[in-house]
DNA sequence: ACCGTTATGGACGAACGAGTCAAGAATGGG
DNA sequence: CCCATTCTTGACTCGTTCGTCCATAACGGT
């Protein structure tokens, strides 16, 4: 019936999402994502309205891929929470660290630029941000249950104590910390956590 | 000799840190702060050169002060080290919280949207930071004199740790965490904190 | 009082970027 | 084979923003 579309709607979220984390909302501009795409500008506006719909698609995109990788590397047995839960920590501050560019997690540039004054991207961040405290508050409390963790604790503010170390992990990244450091970081944070007295 | 000028440099240059910390770098027009200050583009050019040096000074400024600010609520004797650092650590916590515009720290903020691409900032971050740290640690080391934190810890990777907790709290706050979890994570990491055994 | 020097402020130039539009192209059903 | 429909392309418009320029103003030394 009428002409399909050249492009892969997916490709594109991809290709605009490069472009947005490494540039940043303002600084990108529509015909960097239409000549990176290979696309015309009619054809991105047509398929996405504008800027800050697209914006708003990648954004979304990101954090929902975002948490279904965490969720993947939390989720399982009890037995195994607590490997989980190490092995996402020193996960978190290798691919900080191995981020050269310093680019940081887009959740987190996107909200720092834009989470003032965009309301969609604040709700959005959000949302994600408490997916993350409760897939890690899930699987401390597995290793609570499993006994790798004190059964006194309250794993919620054990879960926001590890989130707020992992954001401040790739908060110094940025800021140009070392290997070494962040490394360091998730081994005590990973160190301090109460252990059961047996 | 010459005409003198007739507004004062400090002045203009926190007018100016209001505008981008509010709007970011990118958003924030030079006739915005031309505005706000009630000068004329000219002066403006004049006596700062352009929007990247004039937000170089601004940067600066914010990082010296920030330094500044840490390092009296850090410096003091042994005995009250361990208050100085608790109450720091919830001071961080409120004040992040109070923030309701979520713009969270200028610091973070301009690393996030600049350091990628401007050396000269993400030299002066990691400057700040690194002085963040040797603030921690100098307090922390002092909280081990005093048998506040156990001797046998290393005060640099605690250091580093707490560092990254309260970037992790300025992150979260940013992502619109409330004020009881953000003063719930404060608590939570002084209280993982390794104690002397006694 | 004069004059060289520096600040002021607003008009101006030039470039840039978001979004639009119209003409043409690709498709499958009739 | 034709047509309705949707996609594509890139030139165009229009507002915006950085930075410049220049006529004018305010100083202090001589």
Redesign the interface.
């Given at each position: 019936m009428a002409r399909p579309r050249k492009f892969d709607e997916q490709q594109v979220l991809d290709t605009a999402r490069e472009r947005f984390w490494?540039?940043?909302y303002?600084?990108t501009r529509m015909e960097d994502i239409a000549e990176a795409t290979g696309l015309g500008k009619g054809s991105l506006y047509g398929a996405f309205g504008g800027k800050q719909e697209l914006f708003h698609r990648v954004f979304d995109d990101y954090c929902g891929s975002v948490v279904d990788a965490v969720s993947r590397q939390l989720r399982g047995n009890d037995e195994d929470a607590y490997a989980r839960l190490s092995a996402h920590v020193y996960a978190v501050a290798a691919a900080t660290a191995a981020d050269t560019?310093?680019?940081?997690c887009l959740l987190?540039?996107g909200?720092?630029?834009l989470?003032?004054?965009d309301e969609t991207v604040?709700k959005r961040?959000?949302a994600?941000?408490e997916a993350l405290q409760a897939l890690l508050e899930g699987d401390i409390a597995a290793c609570q249950r499993n006994g790798d963790i004190a059964a006194d604790a309250?794993p919620g503010?054990?879960a926001?104590?590890v989130?707020?170390?992992?954001?401040?992990?790739?908060?110094?990244g940025?800021?140009?910390?070392s290997e070494e450091?962040l490394t360091?970081?998730a081994?005590?944070?990973l160190a301090?956590?109460?252990r059961p007295a047996r």
């Open positions: 490494s540039g940043g303002a600084a560019a310093h680019r940081g987190a540039k909200a720092a630029e989470a003032e004054h604040a961040a959000r994600a941000i309250d503010k054990l926001a104590l989130l707020a170390v992992l954001r401040g992990i790739e908060a110094l940025k800021a140009g910390a450091t360091d970081i081994g005590t944070a301090v956590l109460p």
